[in-house]
């Protein structure tokens, strides 16, 4: 039935469409070819075909809830061993789902947020401490190393009153190195025919057991000092209310089990696409002198030099938060995700679908095509962004989040960290590119700039 929807020219039998893949950077892969075949395409490896939809268009029809809903494959559905039916790997009619999105929905909240706001500056101002001693040393800071630590120290301790030590660390935490072979080992598997993997992943398979009882281990520990420190004693953060709320009509609580599946699935979620984000949006702030000057005027004017910005004052950054949503338009740190059809249907008027089967939309092409973002929509400029712009744009066009009843839980959490640390990092140095970097996208189901460092100058309160 997907006869219309045009595949790579040199179709192998059995194979398929491998000529040429790249099998470390899927996604990039993908916008090649669907720069060559366009709004929707399909891709076939070892008898497995998916379907990619990069159109803003079709992109829209998928984005309607009473045609299409979340669907739990590829790279989410491997996540399935570790995440299990945690929020973000749950099928749609698991009943945990539903239990668990009511318990922890109240955790961001405005009210929530603003608890968070004063831990999330203090981890700022920790990286801050760090890249200031990079920058006496006059040592290049390691961008996307640096936000990891940012962000992963970020959600423990908002969501879980737990320190990692990034910042004291050399080396990344190992929560983190075992979280990365995970990612990994979960995009691999979409590239080995089901069958042949015992036997061509058995090494990675094998270290990928091990990752996973790393961070089983290490959030039962999380979750033990919180039990036996107590009642409430954090303060009604995400760990509390998984381990003490009631749902609010059904009286259920989360089971042991659960509460482990949802902290890892915090932990991993919560921070590994922020950290990305930033990194992206420093990587344009730094190639993009004027925008930087902007931005950087912007913080003056609506902070002063007021040393802890308020839960307030970051949502006037209108200017930063431009920067922000620009680069997450470039470079969706998830940058696709799964939806399939709740009943037959057809999609663009022409390809019949039949109910349950799904199609992958592309954000990352769908944040480039030429019919929403104009001829030039390769290049990076947040003024796309103006209150007038986005007004103008059709709905569904710009996608970082996901969609529906299954869209990300945590954007005003990432969103709101973001936008302050740009603000404290812009206001308190220069950021000078390296001459030499080229971006580099390296994936592992999420994307992040591989490389990735700057030379810090300082200005304000350190000049
Ligand atoms: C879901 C992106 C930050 C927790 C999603 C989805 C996307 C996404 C695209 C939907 C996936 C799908 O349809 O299969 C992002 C990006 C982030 C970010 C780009 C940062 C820039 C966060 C943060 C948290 C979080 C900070 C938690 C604190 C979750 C959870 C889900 C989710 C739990 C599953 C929600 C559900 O299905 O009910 N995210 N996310 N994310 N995200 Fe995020």
């Known amino acids: 039935e997907l006869h219309r929807i045009p595949h790579p020219p040199h179709r192998l039998p059995v194979l398929g469409d491998v000529l040429g893949a790249r099998l470390r950077s899927p996604v990039q892969d993908s916008m090649r070819i669907g720069r060559e075949l366009g709004p929707v395409f399909r891709r076939k490896a070892f008898g497995k075909e998916i379907v990619f939809v990069g159109g803003a268009d079709l992109a829209a029809e998928m984005a309607d809830e009473s045609r299409f809903a979340k669907h739990v494959g590829l790279g989410v559905a491997n996540l399935r061993p570790i995440a299990g039916d945690g929020l973000f790997t749950a099928y749609n009619d698991e009943p945990n ?6 318990v922890l929905a109240p955790g961001f909240s405005r009210e929530a947020m603003e608890g968070y706001h004063p831990m999330m500056l203090d981890v700022a101002e920790r990286l801050m401490d760090s890249w200031d001693r990079e920058r006496t040393a006059g040592r290049a800071v390691n961008v996307p190393r640096d936000m990891t630590r940012l962000t992963l120290e970020t959600i423990a301790r908002t969501g879980f009153g737990h320190d990692f030590g990034s910042f004291e660390r050399a080396r990344p935490h190992p929560f983190v190195t075992a979280m990365v072979g995970t990612l990994s080992y979960a995009q691999r598997r979409n590239q080995v025919p089901e069958p042949l993997a015992p036997l061509l992943l058995r090494r990675a398979a094998r270290l990928n057991e091990a990752d996973m009882a790393y961070l089983n281990r290490t959030v039962d520990e999380v979750v033990e000092a919180r039990r036996s420190s107590g009642k409430g004693d954090g303060n009604g953060d995400l760990l ?7 749902h609010p009509e059904t009286g259920e609580r989360l089971s042991p089990e659960n509460v482990r599946r949802q902290v890892i ?3 991993v979620a919560g921070h590994e696409t922020t950290s990305g984000a930033l990194s992206f949006a420093l990587h344009y702030l730094s190639r993009h002198p004027d925008v930087a000057t902007r931005a950087r005027a912007e913080v003056d004017r609506v902070w002063g030099d007021t040393p802890r910005p308020g839960y307030e004052q970051v949502a006037r950054l209108r200017y930063v938060r431009r920067v922000l949503d620009e680069s997450l338009r470039l470079w969706p740190t998830a940058p696709a995700f799964a939806r399939e059809a709740r009943e ?6 022409v390809h019949p679908l039949r109910r349950g089967a799904w199609a992958l939309v592309l954000t990352v092409m769908l ?3 030429p019919a929403v973002w104009g001829a030039d929509a390769e290049r990076f400029d947040p003024d796309r962004f103006d209150a007038k712009a986005v007004r103008a744009r059709p709905a569904h066009t710009f996608k970082p989040f996901g969609t529906g009843a299954r869209a990300c839980i945590g954007r005003q959490f990432a969103l709101h ?3 302050l640390v740009l603000g404290l990092l812009l206001r308190r140095y220069e950021l000078r590119p390296d001459p030499e970097y080229q971006l580099r996208v390296a994936e592992r189901l999420t994307l992040m700039p591989e490389g990735l460092t700057l030379h810090l100058d300082s200005r304000g309160p350190l000049s």
């Open 417 to 419: 960290e973001a936008t």
């Open 265 to 267: 699935t915090f932990l």
């Open 97 to 102: 789902w539903q239990l668990a999105h009511d």
């Open 240 to 246: 509390d209310r998984m381990l003490e709320t009631a």
């Open 344 to 349: 037959d249907t057809v999609l663009g008027g």
């Open 367 to 369: 944040h480039r095509d």
